[in-house]
């Protein structure tokens, strides 16, 4: 099933090499790199996790992030995780914004003139480097699913015969990584300007919030998977919690939204109802609507204004 337009994907998994909860300010880099790819209006999100996994579901959950936890995190090539990654979106949105977490600094400006190219993979550039996010079309997804040869994923793009473009960028964070911790401090001041943005929290509400960006996950989730148990192990949420949120979504609008099917020769499943699946879209089209007027408002009473 299609979730959005642009989905992402943040390998976190090496207890190698991975450095999640490293933090760059005030916050860890994995919630960094989160919200800087919420600020360029991606969902969903997928983070790849393995290394201090509970600790890092804790800290970006409440985000409305997926979890796919990659088994082989004692020592995982990078390339395991991108296909971890790339496997669950596929088919489910039409690009796909790929990044280490290791590459925290890179700004949703940057995303935003990657995603106006129309190649097939974009890479973004500064002073003739390349460097993270990668931008990847749908269509290339298979292909680089199938690769197994040498050098991972700059392999496996390299065979790529599809068009593929370098832009170039001014965003000095595209080359930063942890290992040089001195840099990014350096840049933390650009960087936490490039996500000075409006924060709005949409929800739907009477007495108290029954619907919400959260449950909205839920719902594809559970739309995706058929089984509200999996949806919860994929977006660190109680299997109890998730049932008291649907039942009292179903009991505010007085109708079905999912549909239990128990017992049969596979087992129970839980789908979402028509009706369900039209609420769903319907609350992703208006979080996009607002945050985007959002935004425009944003930019002319105060940046306009030289107040920020």
């Known amino acids: 099933m299609k979730f959005g337009s642009v989905g992402a994907v943040i390998a976190a998994a ?3 090499d991975a450095f999640p909860l490293l933090k760059v300010g005030s916050i860890p880099i994995v919630r960094r790199i989160v919200l800087t790819l919420q600020r360029a209006g991606v969902f969903p999100i997928v983070v790849v996790t ?6 890092v579901t804790r800290q970006t959950a409440p985000l409305g992030v997926v979890f796919i936890k990659n088994r082989e995190c004692e020592r995982p090539e990078l390339f ?32 935003h003139t990657l995603l106006a190219s129309s190649a097939n993979i974009v890479t973004p550039t500064h002073d003739g480097r390349g460097g993270h996010p990668i931008v990847l079309r749908s269509a290339v997804i298979p292909q680089i699913l199938a690769y197994a040869g040498p050098d991972g994923l700059h392999g496996a793009i390299s065979q790529c015969s599809c068009g593929k473009a370098r832009i170039a960028v001014s965003d000095a964070g595209t ?33 108290t919030v029954f619907f919400n960006s959260r449950l909205k ?7 995706d998977l058929q089984s509200v148990r999996q949806a919860c192990q994929h977006m660190g949420l109680s299997y109890q919690k998730a049932w008291d949120m649907i039942n009292q979504l179903e009991q505010e609008l007085g109708y079905a939204v999912v549909e239990r099917q128990h017992g049969g020769k596979s ?9 369900g699946c039209r609420l769903m879209y319907a609350f992703q089209q208006y979080e996009d609507e607002v945050r985007s007027f959002a935004r425009q408002r944003f930019d002319v009473l105060f940046r306009g204004a030289d107040l920020i």
């Open 267 to 275: 087992g129970g499943k839980t789908c979402l109802t028509e009706k």
């Open 80 to 111: 395991s995780s991108v296909k971890l990654g790339l496997s669950y979106l596929k088919g489910k949105c039409d690009r796909v914004v790929f990044t280490p977490v290791n590459a925290p600094m890179f700004s949703a400006q940057t995303i």
């Open 217 to 223: 996950l839920l719902l594809f989730l559970i739309a």
């Open 175 to 207: 080359l930063m990584s942890i290992h040089n911790e001195q840099q990014l401090r350096q840049h933390l001041q650009a960087h936490n300007a490039s996500l000075l943005t409006p924060s709005v929290k949409i929800s739907i509400d009477k007495e």
């Open 50 to 55: 393995g290394t201090e996994e509970l600790e």
């Open 14 to 16: 090496s207890k190698k």
